[in-house]
């Protein structure tokens, strides 16, 4: 399958900067940057995160134009509108794809990205630019760490609390004991 450019839409350009380096930018039909999104891409600059987060930002920002959301008054509830389009399970509903052709919904894997991508980017334009308080406040929360989270940490004894992302989809928990065979069940049978 291949590859189409895409001229009537925002799409994701790689661009050169001034200084020789490369990066990835968001682009309007008219070829200007989007500033919201060239500001948050912009500290990912050299990392290999940053095509992916262009990526993924620039198919939440045209499910953001398409429903008519800006920053200032996007709500929690509609990240989670746009996250149950993509894919992941809420307890509401979504509406519609606006996705064309319609594509596959993302894994538990993408969802993560996805969910990561959505808040450093509104916490880094409602913190940087002063604005929808309401959103910063439900995306910036934390939660008590776990066993896990301390030993893997540097002081994680010292750990009262770790970032949260109310996007993300529930982890999977995982079995402290073995399954164990139901009464009277013999796995090693000689005959």
């Keep these: 399958m291949r ?3 895409v001229l009537q839409d ?3 350009q790689k661009i050169r900067r001034t200084d020789g380096s490369w990066s990835f930018g968001i682009v ?3 070829c200007s940057l989007d500033e919201e999104a060239e500001s948050y891409l912009r500290l990912y600059e050299g990392s290999g995160s940053q095509e992916t987060y262009a990526y993924y930002l620039v198919d939440h920002l045209r499910w953001r134009i398409r429903e008519g959301l800006t920053t200032e008054t996007i709500k929690i509830m509609d990240l989670h509108r746009y996250q149950g389009a993509v894919g992941a399970q809420v307890p509401m509903p979504y509406g ?17 990205i996805s969910a990561t991508v959505l808040k450093g980017f509104y916490l880094h334009q409602c913190v940087k630019r002063g604005i929808n308080d309401e959103l910063r406040e439900a995306l ?12 893997r940490s540097f002081l994680g004894h010292t750990k009262t609390s770790m970032p949260k992302n109310p996007l993300a989809p529930p982890q999977g928990t995982r079995r402290r004991h073995p399954k164990m065979l139901p009464d009277g069940g013999d796995c090693c049978k000689v005959g």
């Design 96 to 112: 519609t794809p606006w996705r064309v052709p319609p594509k596959r919904p993302y894994g538990k894997s993408a969802l993560s």
């Design 28 to 30: 309007w039909p008219d």
């Design 140 to 151: 910036d929360v934390d939660r008590l760490p776990t066993r896990a989270d301390r030993s």
């Design 3 to 5: 590859s189409t450019l």
């Design 10 to 12: 925002m799409r994701v």
